[in-house]
């Protein structure tokens, strides 16, 4: 079932548009990630979904039900800000209780329900801390509790994990996924960071300038990026102007084999990485290695071919060339993609 | 917005506009050629030039004394340093005419100076000039120094270390740094010494008058409305002149400037010459902000017998005091405290309203709004008590014989502290606080209430605190309105200075101290509850 549905939802800050008649739909217990990058729209999104932010054009609807014109307070959805935005005067259970208060529940409920989901966040006891004294990564924890406790249909996270570091952020994405899991949470969240959205999404929508270029599940989109802006978005750089007939596409690097199927005549042609085979520097494309990234066993190879703009392979640590070599290139058709726009 | 709104038109604009046009028209005209008369006369153009040098004489000769002082305070850390930041703050909030009896005991006859070598300042412009530095040294302190204190001093340091000499770098980075901030301290300045009353109607004499001094004289001794009417106008051109000024300067002030914690910038004085500048500073202190209160003191208790408390006794009864007042100078001290009690409350209700409104809002409109609540602070006292006197006299506003009246003319120039106060606190609440609050079911008002209410307590108090002490000191527009009956405790002090006599010099001295001792006592329990950003001014 629908939960929520945004028609042709629009907002002009002045003569800028920061959504640009946005359609999109968030299944029941469904998780959903809007991908962009800053100024694409993503918080919008949310604000607007919250009732912080009235539309210009077009609805919002949750639960079937049209959303203009009831406020903020009345929505019963729940927004975990990007800074969080913890109350600074009250301690940690004044905080998490903070959405029970305001629709009266009683005290027994409300420490039991604290108690519950700051065990269930990982800071079982941590009632009576003071805000300042938290961590990064514990305010964290306190405003999704905050952001669970009144028990919302629908569950907005902006940039959940943003400014927390690296490990911190791999640990948590796994936990949230579990979370959501178990309680059948239904969220919609924004980030700009793809791995984050693909670790914690059941479906993702990539938006740009306030319109939503593709959306699909994290395979769909990570193999079959829908244009340039999301190929370039994914972390995805060998692209290259292409006129792709039957099975063969000519390119700035020669002629590059294609899927069946694929889109005939002239676009854009994406090859991953991992298609970007080392060959000895007598058969294929010669390039030069310019420079070498390590990613555990992994290494990425920056590449400068005789022709063509540069490009990126992947091969294992043992088999890397080392700067300044000079190498061939051959390209295998299923890690090549033809772009649509 | 609306109430703040209609209070000020009522109670500020009403009054002042019937003032200026009883004085203007006649016959149902107007008559602008009474500017070019009044104007034109050889004893207005004297007021006029020495209400504007005595104004920049003043302002000037505060950031000489203060600056230095803003320095030490904002980069030394020494033994004393809160306290002595809430006695230099005393001066501020004490009533013009305690200020005037304070310099009248040190300065004048028979005063400290005059007993000890025979001088005596009282006939010159120097007691006027020093009582203004008294005053105002804490506008530039804590305007100045509240912001010199979170400089990065890290930025001069990069200074350094590109090559500058210290001079070089104290010029080139902190100097624009901080040179709005020193603006808009001398405007302020230069804005309550323009519109001096209470001090140079008891230190002037007959040779010294300001703007505001004359509108009294005019409206209250001679009865010449049109002259007053005009003096009035051009007062109020001058203040909105320098009030735009300041609104200008204070938001380049704003302007992005890194800022740091004060707490991480200050450090103990090292060598020579920075404990000789804070020695320097805590001596110019000394003499300038103690000595006149203590010789207050003193003097309230130096009767003609000796040391004793025979001029407070004086103050209990009716008989024993002279028969200067209808009743017990020592009532007044209980009326003072109502009145200032209920104007307080007024302010904080007006000002907070209009603190909250102009938070919510932005544009050209609101900043207007922002510089209009700061013209009372500017406006002639005497003019506002003036009136109130002939407009709210009528239904259905008949507050004449009404009690209130005091409390709302005093409320006037409360407000100005409370929004001053209230707005910064207010604009630094992260408005996605709010956000968060909504989103988890608060109404509007419960938002309010949970959210904003909390944060701004603390500022609340503080403007509490200055609204009752200014308004425990309004005198120009008290000294009208304030009936025979019911003084406050400015106009008991300035009645008994009027008269000759021991007896009625020693019970102004001892008023006055009770008065000192009571805005004193309001502004130490504020420095308990301060706050990082409070006396914007």
Redesign the interface.
């Known amino acids: 079932m629908t939960l929520l549905r945004l028609d042709g939802a629009t907002v002009r800050f002045g003569g800028h548009t920061a959504l640009d008649a946005v359609g999109m739909e968030v299944a029941e217990h469904e998780t959903v990630c809007v991908l962009g990058p800053s100024g694409s729209g993503k918080s919008t999104l949310l604000r607007v979904v919250?009732?912080?932010q009235p539309l210009d054009s077009g609805r919002v609807l949750l639960a079937g039900h049209d959303q203009s014109g009831v406020?903020?307070?009345?929505?019963?959805?729940?927004?975990m800000?990007q800074?969080h935005?913890l109350?600074?005067?009250r301690d940690v259970a004044g905080n998490v209780d903070?959405?029970l208060r305001?629709?009266g529940a009683a005290r027994a409920e409300r420490e039991r329900t604290v108690e519950e989901l700051l065990e269930l966040v990982g800071l079982p006891g941590a009632q009576r801390r003071a805000v300042a004294s938290l961590s990064g990564g514990e305010q964290q924890r306190v405003a999704l509790a905050?952001?669970l406790a009144?028990g919302p249909r629908l569950l907005m996270l902006d940039e959940p994990l943003g400014q927390l570091d690296r490990g911190l952020r791999e640990r948590l994405v796994v936990e949230l996924r579990g979370l959501f899991r178990r309680l059948g949470t239904t969220v919609l969240a924004v980030t700009h960071d793809q791995s984050e959205a693909f670790a914690l999404a059941d479906r993702v929508v990539v938006m740009r300038d306030g319109r939503v270029e593709q959306a699909g599940t994290p395979l769909e989109v990570w193999q079959r990026p829908a244009s340039e802006f999301v190929a370039r978005f994914l972390g995805f750089d060998n692209v290259v102007a292409a006129t792709v007939t039957g099975e063969a596409a000519d390119t700035a690097w020669g002629k590059v084999p294609v899927p069946a199927g694929s889109p005939q005549g002239a676009g854009r042609l994406l090859v991953r990485p991992a298609g970007v085979r080392l060959v000895p520097a007598t058969d294929g494309l010669r390039c030069d290695v310019l420079a070498r990234t390590f990613r555990g066993d992994q290494v990425t190879l920056l590449l400068r071919p005789e022709e063509g703009p540069r490009l990126e392979a992947g091969c294992a640590l043992r088999d890397a060339p080392a700067e300044g070599d000079t190498v061939g290139v051959s390209f295998t058709a299923d890690e090549v993609v033809v772009l649509g726009g | 917005m609306a109430v703040p709104v209609a209070f000020f038109g009522l109670f500020f604009g009403y009054p002042v506009a019937a003032i200026v046009s009883r004085g203007l028209r006649e016959g149902g005209r107007w008559r602008f050629g009474r500017f070019a008369d009044v104007l034109g006369e050889p004893d207005v153009l004297h007021v006029l030039w020495f209400t504007c040098w005595q104004a920049a004489a003043s302002t000037a000769l505060t950031l000489a004394i203060a600056l230095p002082g803003a320095y030490v305070f904002a980069r030394f850390d020494f033994r004393g340093k809160q306290v002595l930041r809430a006695v230099v703050t005393v001066p501020f909030v004490l009533p013009t005419v305690v200020v005037g009896s304070a310099f009248l005991a040190l300065l004048g006859r028979g005063g400290l100076l005059d007993e000890l070598w025979g001088v005596r300042l009282d006939t010159t412009v120097w007691a006027i000039l020093l009582a203004h530095v008294f005053f105002n040294y804490a506008v530039v302190v804590r305007t100045v120094g509240g912001l010199w204190a979170q400089l990065d001093p890290r930025q001069e340091e990069a200074a350094r270390v590109l090559g500058a000499g210290r001079l070089a770098a104290w010029r080139r980075v902190t100097l624009p740094a901080l040179a709005p901030a020193v603006a808009a301290a001398a405007l302020m300045v230069f804005l309550f010494t323009f519109t001096s009353f209470g001090v140079i109607q008891i230190l002037g004499g007959p040779t010294f008058s300001t703007l505001e001094v004359e509108i009294y004289r005019e409206t209250a001794q001679l009865l010449d409305l049109p002259t007053a009417a005009v003096l009035t106008t051009v007062q109020f051109a001058a203040v909105a002149a320098i009030l735009a000024v300041h609104a200008g300067t204070v938001r380049r002030r704003e302007s992005a400037l890194r800022l740091v914690d004060p707490a991480r910038t200050a450090r103990r004085p090292r060598g020579a010459g920075e404990w000789g500048l804070l020695a320097g500073v805590l001596g110019v202190a000394a003499l300038l902000i103690l000595l006149p209160l203590g010789v207050l003191a003193e003097r309230s208790l130096h009767g003609p017998d000796g040391y004793g408390l025979g001029y407070y006794r004086a103050l209990g009864s009716v008989a024993d005091s002279g028969g200067t007042f209808l009743v017990a100078p020592v009532a007044a001290v209980w009326n003072s405290l109502q009145y200032a009690a209920a104007a307080t409350a007024i302010a904080l209700v007006v000002g907070g309203l209009a603190a909250a409104a102009l938070t919510r809002r932005a544009g050209r409109l609101v900043r207007g709004f922002d510089a209009l609540l700061m013209l009372p602070l500017g406006t002639s006292a005497v003019t506002i008590g003036f009136g109130f006197l002939i407009t709210l006299d009528e239904p259905p506003l008949d507050l004449r014989s009404s009690w209130i009246l005091v409390p709302l003319a005093q409320a006037l120039v409360g407000v100005p502290f409370v929004v001053r106060t209230m707005l910064p606190v207010l604009r630094a609440v992260?408005d996605?606080?709010r956000?968060?609050?909504?989103?988890?079911?608060?109404?509007?008002l419960?938002v309010w209430r949970?959210?904003d209410l909390?944060?701004v307590r603390r500022a609340l108090l503080v403007a509490a605190g200055f609204a009752f002490a200014v308004s425990l000191g309004e005198f120009g527009a008290t000294v009208f309105i304030a009936r025979p009956d019911n003084p406050t405790l400015p106009v008991a002090v300035a009645r008994f200075l009027g008269r000759a006599g021991e007896l009625n010099h020693g019970q102004a001295m001892a008023l006055s101290t009770v008065l000192m001792l009571v805005c004193a006592g309001a502004l130490l329990a504020l420095e308990r509850i301060r706050i990082d950003r409070s006396g914007e001014f």
Request: proline fraction near 12%.
């Open positions: 919250a009732g912080l406020p903020a307070h009345r929505r019963g959805v729940g927004l800000f800074d935005q109350f600074p005067q903070f959405g305001m629709r905050r952001a009144p | 992260d996605r606080l956000e968060a609050a909504a989103v988890l079911g608060a109404s509007p419960r949970e959210v909390p944060l």
